[in-house]
């Protein structure tokens, strides 16, 4: 089984805003200056994001833990 483009796509936006917001909050936490937080988060997210939607597509190129869906030998 494999997955359409846009499915990555979808998964790499949602998985990064996550991702962006815990890295915003520990920037902060860590510098204590929300311009700069916000700056880091705003570069990473747009490199990690990329990063993902291409480590995604390799990973779906391989078998390894997918279980074929088996046809059914009738029809009804």
Request: aromatic share 14%.
């Amino acid at each position: 089984m494999s997955e359409k483009s846009y499915r990555s796509i979808i998964k790499s936006v949602s998985w990064r805003t996550i991702g962006t917001i815990d890295t915003i909050v520990i920037s902060f936490l860590i510098t204590g200056k929300v311009t700069l937080a916000l700056s880091i988060g705003g570069v990473e997210v747009f490199t990690k994001m990329a990063l993902y939607y291409f480590h995604e597509r390799a990973w779906n190129r391989i078998s390894f833990g997918k279980i074929k869906k088996v046809d059914s030998d009738y029809q009804i």
